[in-house]
């Protein structure tokens, strides 16, 4: 069954698990998949810890003791998920030394609340990364504007960082942009390069969803026959941006330095419409030094059935290029497209963030009856 896991894994494609929670961790669920899956990394957002917290079971002690000691549902909140964290942070040193500090890293997003405040973020991540403590933590900063100059101020300081939300090319040059003026201030802060890593997550079938939509509406043959088309042409050419970007006189400066390169992570891979295949967005996906963080249905489907077939971004630019063209000639608003789905992004974690808030209050008066 892993077979067809292994084979992507050869392609130079890290295999992360878009999901974390307590039970995971306990019952040894996430240490089999480590095992038999190739999983080398786990990410996590407020969507994630809202469910995971919903299975009150394994929370319930810890809930106890923080209410008798009567910490606030903000506070308790960021004690269970750091916990989580550090113990999958745990989990993952082996790969993490294995692959020289690239792999076995494990995400936590600042609260989304902050999306719009630049240094709301940076003080958070900061924060975030010192109560983890942990050196494969990623702390997930979203591509915001406000979200920009604070991944600079944050890779400045010497932290790792996961960029979340990213849909447009335009906005994955300025991430990208953002990283290296980061790298370029923590050398000058004496920081060792070669220990900060990044990974720059490029959002995949949101935009088919997004841009499906807008074809169905218009209807004509030319709009049918480019459903399903822009998710995958988007994330090529953000490769391609990749392999423009970390080349040249200023990257190879850094890279003497002993700079990493900042992966594109290829996110929301969950196919949405089920008239698509299921495992289309990791296969259709495959280039070296790419990451895909994948929800466990997504990677079952892939090792049951999935197609590697080698590289299957090389040589295909022209041709996402021109899924582009068309549809602009069809009068789709790109611009219009990515900002819908940034402010969608951004209002779904909050939504989560403030469900999950809500159910740990609950659970914390209960507890402190």
Known sequence: MTDRLADLTAQGVSLWLDDLSRQRLHSGNLKNLIETWHI??????????????????????????LAARGASVDDTVREVT????RDACDLFTGIFQATHHVDGRVSIEVDPRLAHETQGTID????LHKIVDRPNVLIKIPATEAGLPAITA???????????????????????????????????????????HSVASFFVSRVDSEIDKRLKAIGSPEADALEGQAAIANARLAYQAYEQTFTGPRWE?????????????????????????????????????????????????????????????????????????GLEALGIDLDDVFAVLETEGVDKFIAAWEELLESVSQELAKHGK
């Open 124 to 127: 958070q991540a900061a924060e």
């Open 40 to 65: 080398s990394g786990v990410t996590t957002n407020p969507s994630i810890f809202q469910a995971a917290l919903k299975d009150g079971a394994s929370y319930q002690k810890q809930l106890d003791e």
């Open 253 to 325: 400066a850094l890279a003497a330095k002993g700079a990493n390169k900042q992966r594109p992570l290829w996110a929301s891979t969950g196919v949405k419409d089920p008239k698509y295949d299921d495992t289309r967005y990791v296969v259709e996906l495959v280039a070296p030094e790419t990451v895909n963080t994948a929800p466990e249905k997504t990677i079952a489907a892939v090792a049951d059935h999935g197609v590697i077939t080698g590289n299957t971004i090389e040589g295909t630019y022209a041709q996402a290029s021109a899924v582009f063209s």
């Open 82 to 85: 750091t916990d989580d964290v």
């Open 154 to 196: 944050v890779i400045g300081e010497g932290i790792s960082v996961n960029v979340t939300l990213i849909f447009s090319l335009e906005r994955y040059r300025a991430v990208m942009a953002a990283y290296l003026d980061g790298l370029e201030q923590a050398a000058e802060a004496g920081h060792d390069l070669s220990e900060i």
